[in-house]
Protein backbone atom coordinates (compact mmCIF):
# COMPACT_ATOMS: atom_id res chain seq x y z
CA UNK A 1 0.00 0.00 0.00
CA UNK A 2 1.17 3.72 -0.85
CA UNK A 3 1.51 6.39 2.25
CA UNK A 4 -2.23 7.35 1.43
CA UNK A 5 -3.65 3.22 1.71
CA UNK A 6 -4.33 3.61 -2.04
CA UNK A 7 -2.13 0.69 -3.97
CA UNK A 8 0.88 2.02 -5.72
CA UNK A 9 0.96 -1.63 -7.77
CA UNK A 10 4.93 -0.85 -8.24
CA UNK A 11 6.78 -4.39 -8.63
CA UNK A 12 9.92 -3.04 -9.88
CA UNK A 13 12.88 -2.20 -7.74
CA UNK A 14 13.10 0.99 -5.98
CA UNK A 15 14.34 4.24 -8.08
CA UNK A 16 15.19 6.65 -4.91
CA UNK A 17 16.13 6.01 -1.60
CA UNK A 18 13.32 8.08 -0.52
CA UNK A 19 10.71 5.61 -2.40
CA UNK A 20 12.29 2.99 -0.51
CA UNK A 21 11.99 4.30 2.43
CA UNK A 22 8.15 4.89 1.75
CA UNK A 23 7.80 1.30 1.33
CA UNK A 24 9.34 0.42 4.30
CA UNK A 25 7.13 3.09 6.23
CA UNK A 26 4.17 1.44 4.57
CA UNK A 27 5.25 -1.85 6.05
CA UNK A 28 5.54 -0.60 9.69
CA UNK A 29 1.97 1.04 9.69
CA UNK A 30 0.53 -2.21 7.87
CA UNK A 31 2.27 -3.88 11.12
CA UNK A 32 0.94 -1.67 13.42
CA UNK A 33 -2.61 -1.83 11.77
CA UNK A 34 -2.74 -5.42 11.11
CA UNK A 35 -0.95 -6.82 13.80
CA UNK A 36 -2.53 -7.53 17.29
CA UNK A 37 0.01 -8.71 18.91
CA UNK A 38 2.92 -6.12 17.31
CA UNK A 39 0.74 -3.45 19.12
CA UNK A 40 1.05 -5.30 21.94
CA UNK A 41 4.73 -5.65 22.40
CA UNK A 42 5.02 -1.95 21.41
CA UNK A 43 2.89 -0.96 24.69
CA UNK A 44 5.03 -3.32 26.85
CA UNK A 45 8.24 -1.55 25.49
CA UNK A 46 6.74 1.58 26.27
CA UNK A 47 5.76 1.25 29.85
CA UNK A 48 9.43 -0.98 29.46
CA UNK A 49 10.79 2.58 28.59
CA UNK A 50 8.82 4.84 31.51
CA UNK A 51 10.05 2.34 34.21
CA UNK A 52 13.77 3.00 32.85
CA UNK A 53 12.99 6.42 32.76
CA UNK A 54 11.21 6.97 36.60
CA UNK A 55 14.29 4.36 37.98
CA UNK A 56 16.78 6.07 36.49
CA UNK A 57 18.44 2.99 35.16
CA UNK A 58 22.09 3.29 34.50
CA UNK A 59 23.24 3.67 30.56
CA UNK A 60 24.22 -0.26 29.92
CA UNK A 61 21.00 -1.22 31.68
CA UNK A 62 19.36 1.38 28.77
CA UNK A 63 21.21 -0.59 26.24
CA UNK A 64 19.90 -4.02 27.29
CA UNK A 65 16.73 -2.95 27.60
CA UNK A 66 16.74 -1.25 24.25
CA UNK A 67 17.71 -4.07 22.67
CA UNK A 68 15.45 -6.49 24.54
CA UNK A 69 12.67 -4.40 23.45
CA UNK A 70 13.82 -3.88 19.53
CA UNK A 71 14.56 -7.87 19.68
CA UNK A 72 11.03 -8.68 20.63
CA UNK A 73 10.10 -5.79 17.50
CA UNK A 74 11.92 -7.25 15.03
CA UNK A 75 10.93 -11.07 15.83
CA UNK A 76 7.05 -10.12 15.51
CA UNK A 77 8.17 -8.68 11.97
CA UNK A 78 9.68 -11.62 10.94
CA UNK A 79 6.70 -13.85 11.98
CA UNK A 80 4.83 -11.39 10.44
CA UNK A 81 6.60 -12.00 7.21
CA UNK A 82 6.15 -15.74 7.09
CA UNK A 83 3.25 -15.61 8.05
CA UNK A 84 2.35 -13.43 4.87
CA UNK A 85 4.39 -15.69 2.32
CA UNK A 86 3.08 -19.18 3.96
CA UNK A 87 -0.48 -17.96 3.30
CA UNK A 88 0.27 -16.28 0.06
CA UNK A 89 1.88 -19.80 -0.95
CA UNK A 90 -0.82 -22.33 0.61
CA UNK A 91 -4.08 -20.03 1.15
CA UNK A 92 -6.21 -21.67 3.60
CA UNK A 93 -5.34 -25.33 2.58
CA UNK A 94 -3.88 -26.94 5.70
CA UNK A 95 0.31 -28.01 4.93
CA UNK A 96 2.51 -29.62 7.48
CA UNK A 97 5.71 -27.52 6.27
CA UNK A 98 2.88 -24.37 6.30
CA UNK A 99 2.23 -24.90 10.41
CA UNK A 100 5.95 -26.06 10.76
CA UNK A 101 7.33 -22.15 9.14
CA UNK A 102 4.37 -21.01 11.02
CA UNK A 103 4.89 -22.34 14.71
CA UNK A 104 8.36 -22.25 14.66
CA UNK A 105 8.32 -18.16 13.41
CA UNK A 106 6.04 -18.34 16.79
CA UNK A 107 8.58 -19.63 18.88
CA UNK A 108 11.54 -17.22 17.55
CA UNK A 109 8.85 -14.54 19.13
CA UNK A 110 8.66 -16.59 22.48
CA UNK A 111 12.46 -16.71 22.29
CA UNK A 112 12.89 -12.63 22.40
CA UNK A 113 10.05 -12.30 24.69
CA UNK A 114 11.76 -15.03 27.19
CA UNK A 115 15.25 -12.72 26.74
CA UNK A 116 13.22 -9.21 27.44
CA UNK A 117 11.55 -10.81 30.54
CA UNK A 118 14.97 -11.88 31.69
CA UNK A 119 16.64 -8.50 31.10
CA UNK A 120 13.48 -6.68 32.55
CA UNK A 121 13.93 -8.99 35.35
CA UNK A 122 17.89 -8.28 36.17
CA UNK A 123 17.27 -4.45 35.61
CA UNK A 124 13.84 -3.23 36.70
CA UNK A 125 13.19 -5.78 39.75
CA UNK A 126 16.32 -4.84 41.99
CA UNK A 127 15.90 -1.22 40.84
CA UNK A 128 12.04 -1.63 41.92
CA UNK A 129 12.49 -3.37 45.14
CA UNK A 130 15.16 -0.34 46.16
CA UNK A 131 12.39 1.68 45.93
CA UNK A 132 9.48 0.37 47.87
N1 LIG B 1 -1.96 -23.34 6.15
C1 LIG B 1 -1.72 -23.89 7.33
N2 LIG B 1 -1.36 -25.19 7.44
C2 LIG B 1 -1.12 -25.76 8.63
N3 LIG B 1 -1.21 -25.12 9.81
C3 LIG B 1 -1.54 -23.82 9.79
C4 LIG B 1 -1.82 -23.14 8.56
N4 LIG B 1 -2.12 -21.83 8.85
C5 LIG B 1 -2.03 -21.74 10.18
N5 LIG B 1 -1.69 -22.90 10.76
C6 LIG B 1 -1.53 -23.17 12.20
O1 LIG B 1 -2.31 -22.23 12.91
C7 LIG B 1 -1.49 -21.41 13.75
C8 LIG B 1 -2.02 -20.00 13.75
O2 LIG B 1 -2.04 -19.50 12.42
P1 LIG B 1 -1.58 -18.03 12.10
O3 LIG B 1 -0.14 -17.91 12.52
O4 LIG B 1 -1.91 -17.74 10.69
O5 LIG B 1 -2.55 -17.26 13.07
P2 LIG B 1 -2.30 -15.90 13.87
O6 LIG B 1 -3.44 -15.76 14.77
O7 LIG B 1 -1.99 -14.81 12.88
O8 LIG B 1 -0.97 -16.23 14.72
P3 LIG B 1 -0.22 -15.24 15.73
O9 LIG B 1 -0.84 -15.51 17.08
O10 LIG B 1 1.24 -15.66 15.65
O11 LIG B 1 -0.43 -13.84 15.23
C9 LIG B 1 -0.08 -21.55 13.20
O12 LIG B 1 0.91 -21.36 14.18
C10 LIG B 1 -0.11 -23.00 12.69
O13 LIG B 1 0.13 -23.89 13.77
Do not use: C
Not at 65 to 81: C, D, G, P, R
Not at 112 to 127: C, D, K, Q, T
Amino acid sequence: MGSNDKPTRQTGKNHAFLQSLGHAWDGLRSLFHYERNFRKHLVLGAVTLILGVALQVSLTDWLWLVMAIFLVLFSETLNTIVEAVVDLVVGTTYHDLAKRAKDIAAGGVLLAAFFAVIVGAIILLPALLKRF
